[in-house]
């Protein structure tokens, strides 16, 4: 229906159409008052109100109306009140279908016939089953349809899913659906109607809308478009170009063809792609403006240019949104200007920041800190960095890291000079830029920047006065520019600068803390005097030294604090020396203390000048030497006072001298009793100036004595009663004060302790500790050396008896080891004992047992007195037997005194002996000999010594160990004899089994890997036949295939993208040619597989056991074969030649395995043999030569290497079991042995060897044809 609203916007349109001034106004200005004045003239002539949409269009989006205007207006306004008409006519008509659609589909057709320019009727998947055309003005698609075909395959892809959403919808819902689309083609609006049907058909109703623009107004309006600045454009609600202004061309390079029926995605910039969609998003959302948006587009040259952009959707009658119409215009050098301008804002902030950190930062930390916090802030920087150098160790450290990365512990924290990128610039002292992370050579880990979209680094090294102090670097994810390196060369320079000051700044902060502290620690006091003596500093120290307080000293001389006489004569040493500017050494003077005590002070001081060289001074230390001049002086009264003293006079002495040195009353000196840790022995000890004896030993428990012994020196200057209630003696002694120390030896051990007491308090503390510390080192030392001397002489004679008996010993195991004859070493023993115990009566007795009736047999005695002979006296007495008794009960009898022994019979027995001390020592042997040492004494008491004791025991011991000795000696003689004998017997059978032994472990072996090489041989076999088998075929077939996807490519270009694709993917041409090249390396790999197993069947000959006729040259091939990866060259060596001189033999009767065994070892060993000799002059290459050849009925072959060779020596063993000149681990020495075995017994032949040093060498094998 035409209403007054569409009348008016005709109206409009013919108004503007009049209006050509203000559009040549509008062509002649800048493109920004051409904006502007568009806008005035679209508004002031209301041309928005022609097409609704065009009322949402922005103030900035002006231009996009003149797009939808073109597209509006064509064809249209001639004819626009009578399509608006005819427009509500079949609005009315089609409600009137869709009421009565379910009722009847002959009036629907009806309806349809004269109410529509095209009708469709479809089936669910959309397939055509009927249609009509009620007008054939229409130029589109639809009007050349055929029935069966698919009705989506005839519209525009922009709303085939429109069409799909709305047939879905239809079938879900049973009801009708109505949409409106554009169809930019056509210039024409288009009204679809959707209506459901029995069996799930739809009735498609579409109605054409052509408009007629005004053709006057549509050349204008394109005069305007043609001449903007601007570029126009339109996109469907898919994001497809279905329109761009012409100037697209001129402003971004793309051809119109380019854009049109494409995504806009692929030119915008893909950091600036969401924000496009989501603008869009939201123009659809809120159906109102938005602000413009400024994005990135791609020129054709590959650069991107910044436009700024507004868009609005348009709809139709209903409502619904058709497509979208923008306007862009390029603001690129805006952007840049103000992207210029921000640089050097950022620039200027971050020169600013920088000289705020070197000039407000404490520490250098905090200064560098500041500056990379700086770069990450202003120049954008991913993470920023300073290392400073290390020269000592010639090391970059990290000592700043800001941006992604703040930590300074990580792998970079230390960069060796010269290594990685870092260290590089270090090196070289030259910046470095590189705006390709990726594919610059100095950024190791390419990967981490690929991930964290790294595109920049730039490097600076830190100099200052041509020396390399550090290095600044960053990483960006944008270009770095010029005017940017530029400033971090700037910030190089000044950071340089400022670390130098920085450090300088540091050291003399360090060297100050470092000479104050130094100063108020050390215990001596510092000092400054000028010219005149006056004190002009002091430290604190002079508090503890004079006690005067620094403030009461400065401003007077030194001299004011001494004695008269003393400062009269320190003023005259000032003034020599003030005159001479000598330097004060170990000068000694005297002071007074504040309290009036005397002091001895030792001075050290230099002169000082200003820096003309002016004499200002003295300043130098004093130390107190008060004590160390006191103690001195009770040292050289102790030394003077004992020098002469040793022994049991010197303990008197020391106590004498320390009591007068420290004024006491009582000196007590005592030492540790051996034994009993609770008491002290007093070896002296000073009470009321003389030497007392009333302390001999004392307990130690609850006294002050038994702290120090545990602890140490200990001091309690008051008030010792009350700290040690139980100690009665200090109570004795009205003891009041208590000072002691430990006397330590030289294993840390206390063996006494020097004490001091006094029934008054101690007053100068220090003082009396040091000179007891004096007077207890000598008192150690002393005490030690008496405890040595009495110690030496207790172990001098336990030595003496040592050495004796040590003697003894020897000289009876010598006798053992020279002569097993016992009679001479039972005499010798006997001798010796009597000699070294001093005794009357020495004799040895054997118990024989294996008579009728055992008796005691006296083999030898000594004496020195006329008495009964034991040797011819009974043995059987009575009394002797009570002796015998014992002894074969192992019991030994010692009786010091027979006078006094308890049993009378033994008693009466040794009397009548003369004896008057007795000793009985068994012996008992390991082969059950009985025997007895008896030793007697006739001069009265004689106590036997337990170290006599042992000795009888260890002489016993030995005597037992030579008589088992003589036994042992005359039956390993016997059967010494028998054993070599049957050795000899071993020694024949073991090399026997020794060898039988080897060529079972090597024919098994060699079994066992026919076995398995023939297993291996089987089971690769039948694969490898498959492949072979199948790979023609796969030739043919791949051939067959290519051929397709050519007759494919020509027969069906162009290609759709997808395909065009996949063919740049996979590379479609390079497998054209690679691929026929494939398949013939496969066949030629199978081949040669196939043939490497049929050398490895060929060797093992596992179907061929036993004595056969066989092919002698192939086994030789297939051995060489197996070998052929050894004969290759390698880094060491050339490749070994093989020169095959093969004769016309037949075949010959041998066991096949053991043949191909024989050449595999000897052709091994030629080749070890060459590989060894590699690099010689003798051997400029290496070959190996294999002859054969028939003599009579014998076959020969004959393998010669060219190596190193062999000497007779070696030659002469070859055949030996286990013989071998290699390395441990190499060889066993099995294999010619075995194949010796092979050719001489089990095949009656002969195998010879020729071979000399420097000749090589050649084996020679002849076995029998039949």
């Known amino acids: 229906m035409v209403n007054e609203k569409s009348q008016n916007a005709i109206n409009q349109i013919e108004e503007t159409i009049k209006d050509e001034q203000a559009i040549d106004a509008f062509i002649d200005s800048s493109n920004k008052c051409k904006q502007a004045e568009l806008e005035d003239i679209i508004v002031s002539h209301q041309i928005l109100n022609c097409i609704p949409t065009l009322r949402e269009i922005s103030e900035e989006t002006l231009n996009i109306a003149n797009q939808s205007l073109a597209i509006a207006f064509e064809e249209q306004a001639a004819e626009f009140k009578k399509v608006l008409s005819k427009l509500n006519n079949e609005i009315a008509k089609r409600q009137e279908a869709e009421t009565h659609l379910c009722q009847k589909i002959l009036e629907n057709q009806a309806i349809l016939q004269s109410n529509t320019d095209l009708y469709f009727r479809i089936d669910a998947d959309a397939n055509i089953l009927d249609y009509q055309i009620q007008n054939f003005q229409i130029i589109n698609k639809l009007t050349e349809v055929v029935i069966g075909k698919n009705f989506l395959e005839y519209l525009p892809d922009n709303i085939i899913n429109r069409y799909q959403e709305a047939i879905l919808q239809v079938q879900k819902s049973k009801s009708s659906v109505k949409f409106e689309y554009f169809v930019l083609e056509e210039n024409s609006n288009f009204e679809a109607k959707l209506l459901p049907l029995a069996e799930q058909q739809i009735i498609i109703l579409l109605s054409q809308s052509k408009q007629l623009a005004f053709a006057n107004n549509y050349i204008n309006f394109q005069r305007i478009v043609e001449n903007s600045n601007n570029i126009i454009f339109a996109l469907t609600l898919e994001g497809i170009f279905s329109y761009v202004s012409p100037n697209w061309t001129e402003i971004l390079g793309h051809e119109i063809a380019e854009l049109e029926g494409n995504s806009f995605a692929p030119f915008v910039h893909p950091d600036d792609l969401p924000m496009c969609a989501d603008y869009f998003q939201r123009v659809l959302t809120t159906g109102e403006k938005q602000?413009?948006?400024?994005?990135?587009?791609?020129?054709?040259?590959?650069?991107?240019?910044?436009?700024?952009?507004?868009?609005?959707?348009?709809?139709?009658?209903?409502?619904?949104?058709?497509?979208?119409?923008?306007?862009?215009?390029?603001?690129?050098?805006?952007?840049?200007?103000?992207?210029?301008?921000?640089?050097?804002?950022?620039?200027?902030?971050?020169?600013?920041?920088?000289?705020?950190?070197?000039?407000?930062?404490?520490?250098?930390?905090?200064?560098?800190?500041?500056?990379?916090?700086?770069?990450?802030?202003?120049?954008?920087?991913?993470?920023?960095?300073?290392?400073?150098?290390?020269?000592?160790?010639?090391?970059?450290?990290?000592?700043?890291?800001?941006?992604?990365?703040?930590?300074?512990?990580?792998?970079?924290?230390?960069?060796?000079?010269?290594?990685?990128?870092?260290?590089?610039?270090?090196?070289?002292?030259?910046?470095?830029?590189?705006?390709?992370?990726?594919?610059?050579?100095?950024?190791?880990?390419?990967?981490?920047?690929?991930?964290?979209?790294?595109?920049?680094?730039?490097?600076?090294?830190?100099?200052?006065?041509?020396?390399?102090?550090?290095?600044?670097?960053?990483?960006?994810?944008?270009i770095i520019t010029e005017s940017v390196f530029n400033a971090l060369g700037f910030a190089a320079q000044e950071i340089a600068i400022g670390i130098k000051r920085k450090q300088a700044e540091v050291a003399l902060r360090e060297s100050e803390a470092r000479f104050r502290h130094l100063v108020e620690t050390t215990n001596d006091g510092v000092w400054e005097l000028d010219q005149e003596g006056v004190y002009t500093y002091v430290s604190q120290k002079i508090a503890d030294i004079l006690g005067y307080e620094a403030k009461e000293v400065l401003g007077k001389t030194l001299f004011d604090l001494m004695p008269p006489a003393e400062a009269n004569r320190v003023q005259k040493i000032f003034q020599v020396l003030s005159n001479s500017k000598q330097p004060l050494i170990n000068f000694e003077n005297k002071t007074l203390h504040k309290n009036g005590q005397l002091l001895v002070l030792e001075t050290n001081g230099v002169p000082f000048f200003d820096e003309s060289g002016n004499y200002l001074g003295y300043r130098?230390?004093?130390?107190?030497?008060?004590?160390?001049?006191?103690?001195?002086?009770?040292?050289?009264?102790?030394?003077?006072?004992?020098?002469?003293?040793?022994?049991?006079?010197?303990?008197?002495?020391?106590?004498?001298?320390?009591?007068?040195?420290?004024?006491?009353?009582?000196?007590?000196?005592?030492?540790?009793?051996?034994?009993?840790?609770?008491?002290?022995?007093?070896?002296?000890?000073?009470?009321?100036?003389?030497?007392?004896?009333?302390?001999?030993?004392?307990?130690?428990?609850?006294?002050?004595?038994?702290?120090?012994?545990?602890?140490?020196?200990?001091?309690?200057?008051?008030?010792?009663?009350?700290?040690?209630?139980?100690?009665k003696d200090l109570v004795m002694l009205e003891a009041e004060s208590y000072l002691g120390t430990p006397l330590v030896d030289t294993f840390g051990i206390p063996i006494g302790h020097l004490c001091v007491l006094d029934t008054k308090p101690i007053l100068q503390e220090e003082r009396a500790k040091a000179i007891l510390s004096i007077f207890a080192a000598r008192a150690t030392a002393e005490l030690q050396r008496q405890c040595t001397e009495t110690a030496l002489r207790q172990s001098e004679a336990k030595y003496r008896a040592i050495a004796q008996r040590e003697a003894l010993l020897n000289h009876l195991a010598s006798q053992i080891r020279a002569s097993l004859e016992l009679n001479y070493i039972l005499k010798t023993a006997v001798e010796e004992i009597r000699n070294l115990f001093q005794i009357d009566y020495c004799a040895f007795f054997w118990?024989?047992?294996?008579?009728?009736?055992?008796?005691?047999?006296?083999?030898?005695?000594?004496?020195?007195?006329?008495?009964?002979?034991?040797?011819?006296?009974?043995?059987?007495?009575?009394?002797?037997?009570?002796?015998?008794?014992?002894?074969?009960?192992?019991?030994?009898?010692?009786?010091?005194?027979?006078?006094?022994?308890?049993?009378?019979?033994?008693?009466?027995?040794?009397?009548?002996?003369?004896?008057?001390?007795?000793?009985?020592?068994?012996?008992?042997?390991?082969?059950?000999?009985?025997?007895?040492?008896?030793?007697?004494?006739?001069?009265?008491?004689?106590?036997?010594?337990?170290?006599?004791?042992?000795?009888?025991?260890?002489?016993?011991?030995?005597?037992?160990?030579?008589?088992?000795?003589?036994?042992?000696?005359?039956?390993?003689?016997?059967?010494?004899?028998?054993?070599?004998?049957?050795?000899?017997?071993?020694?024949?059978?073991?090399?026997?089994?020794?060898?039988?032994?080897?060529?079972?472990?090597?024919?098994?072996?060699?079994?066992?890997?026919?076995?398995?090489?023939?297993?291996?041989?089987?089971?690769?076999?039948?694969?490898?036949?498959?492949?072979?088998?199948?790979?023609?075929?796969?030739?043919?077939?791949?051939?067959?295939?290519?051929?397709?996807?050519?007759?494919?490519?020509?027969?069906?270009?162009?290609?759709?993208?997808?395909?065009?694709?996949?063919?740049?993917?996979?590379?479609?041409?390079?497998?054209?040619q690679d691929l026929p090249k494939v398949l013939h390396s496969m066949k030629v790999g199978a081949e040669r597989i196939r043939q490497i197993v049929l050398s490895l069947r060929n060797f093992s000959r596992l179907d061929e056991n036993g004595i056969k006729a066989v092919d002698i040259h192939e086994g030789i091939n297939?051995?060489?074969?197996?070998?052929?990866?050894?004969?290759?060259?390698?880094?060491?060596?050339?490749?070994?030649?093989?020169?095959?001189?093969?004769?016309?033999?037949?075949?010959?009767?041998?066991?096949?395995?053991?043949?191909?065994?024989?050449?595999?070892?000897?052709?091994?060993?030629?080749?070890?043999?060459?590989?060894?000799?590699?690099?010689?002059?003798?051997?400029?290459?290496?070959?190996?030569?294999?002859?054969?050849?028939?003599?009579?009925?014998?076959?020969?072959?004959?393998?010669?290497?060219?190596?190193?060779?062999m000497t007779d020596e070696v030659r002469n063993h070859i055949f030996d079991p286990f013989f071998t000149t290699k390395p441990v681990g190499k060889g066993t020495g099995m294999g010619l042995s075995v194949c010796y075995q092979i050719v001489v017994k089990n095949h009656r032949g002969k195998f010879q060897c020729i071979s000399a040093p420097g000749a090589g060498a050649e084996f020679i094998i002849t076995i029998p044809i039949h």
């Not at 020396?467 to 670097?473: D, L, Q």
């Not at 060894?1172 to 290496?1182: D, M």
């Open 1118 to 1205: 297939s051995t060489l074969l197996l070998l052929r990866s050894r004969l290759k060259a390698k880094a060491e060596r050339p490749e070994i030649q093989i020169i095959q001189e093969y004769g016309n033999l037949p075949q010959v009767l041998c066991n096949a395995g053991q043949m191909n065994q024989v050449f595999m070892n000897l052709l091994t060993n030629a080749i070890d043999a060459l590989e060894e000799g590699v690099g010689e002059e003798t051997l400029p290459t290496a070959q190996i030569r294999i002859r054969t050849l028939v003599q009579e009925d014998e076959c020969i072959i004959r393998i010669a290497d060219n190596g190193s060779g």
């Open 620 to 727: 130098g230390v004093y130390q107190d030497i008060t004590e160390r001049k006191q103690a001195e002086e009770a040292l050289q009264a102790l030394v003077a006072g004992t020098a002469a003293v040793t022994g049991e006079e010197f303990f008197p002495v020391l106590v004498r001298h320390l009591a007068n040195a420290l004024g006491v009353c009582y000196v007590i000196l005592a030492e540790r009793i051996t034994g009993d840790s609770d008491r002290a022995r007093v070896l002296s000890f000073w009470a009321g100036g003389k030497l007392s004896e009333t302390f001999t030993e004392y307990a130690l428990a609850n006294t002050p004595c038994e702290v120090v012994l545990q602890e140490g020196m200990r001091s309690y200057p008051c008030h010792i009663q009350q700290l040690f209630p139980q100690a």
């Open 291 to 478: 602000e413009p948006i400024e994005y990135r587009v791609k020129h054709k040259n590959g650069t991107w240019q910044w436009h700024t952009s507004n868009s609005s959707a348009i709809k139709d009658a209903n409502g619904n949104f058709l497509y979208f119409v923008g306007i862009c215009h390029d603001t690129s050098d805006r952007k840049h200007a103000q992207e210029a301008l921000a640089e050097r804002s950022q620039l200027a902030n971050f020169r600013a920041d920088v000289d705020a950190a070197l000039a407000q930062s404490q520490t250098l930390e905090s200064m560098m800190h500041r500056c990379t916090e700086a770069l990450v802030e202003h120049i954008n920087a991913a993470f920023a960095r300073i290392w400073i150098l290390n020269k000592q160790e010639n090391v970059l450290e990290l000592q700043a890291s800001s941006g992604m990365y703040t930590h300074i512990d990580g792998p970079h924290r230390r960069v060796p000079v010269g290594q990685f990128k870092i260290g590089l610039i270090a090196q070289e002292s030259k910046p470095h830029l590189t705006n390709s992370v990726l594919t610059d050579p100095r950024v190791s880990n390419q990967e981490w920047a690929k991930r964290e979209g790294m595109v920049a680094f730039a490097g600076y090294p830190l100099i200052i006065e041509g020396e390399t102090v550090g290095v600044i670097a960053m990483f960006s994810r944008q």
């Open 847 to 1072: 118990y024989r047992q294996n008579t009728d009736l055992p008796y005691w047999e006296c083999v030898y005695e000594a004496e020195h007195f006329t008495s009964p002979n034991l040797l011819t006296a009974e043995a059987i007495h009575i009394e002797f037997e009570i002796i015998a008794a014992k002894t074969l009960n192992r019991e030994i009898i010692r009786i010091d005194d027979v006078l006094t022994h308890d049993e009378r019979t033994i008693q009466q027995f040794l009397n009548d002996f003369g004896f008057t001390a007795f000793m009985s020592l068994p012996v008992h042997t390991q082969s059950g000999e009985i025997g007895a040492f008896i030793c007697g004494y006739c001069s009265g008491f004689r106590p036997w010594q337990e170290t006599e004791v042992e000795l009888l025991q260890a002489v016993t011991v030995q005597l037992a160990i030579a008589i088992d000795q003589a036994k042992l000696y005359t039956h390993s003689r016997l059967t010494a004899q028998t054993a070599q004998e049957k050795a000899q017997q071993l020694e024949a059978a073991l090399l026997e089994l020794q060898q039988t032994q080897a060529q079972l472990i090597q024919t098994e072996k060699m079994s066992s890997l026919g076995q398995l090489v023939a297993g291996i041989a089987h089971e690769i076999n039948n694969p490898i036949n498959f492949i072979y088998g199948n790979i023609k075929h796969t030739d043919e077939y791949v051939t067959d295939l290519l051929h397709l996807v050519e007759i494919f490519q020509e027969h069906h270009s162009p290609l759709s993208t997808e395909i065009q694709t996949q063919i740049e993917d996979i590379d479609l041409d390079f497998l054209y």
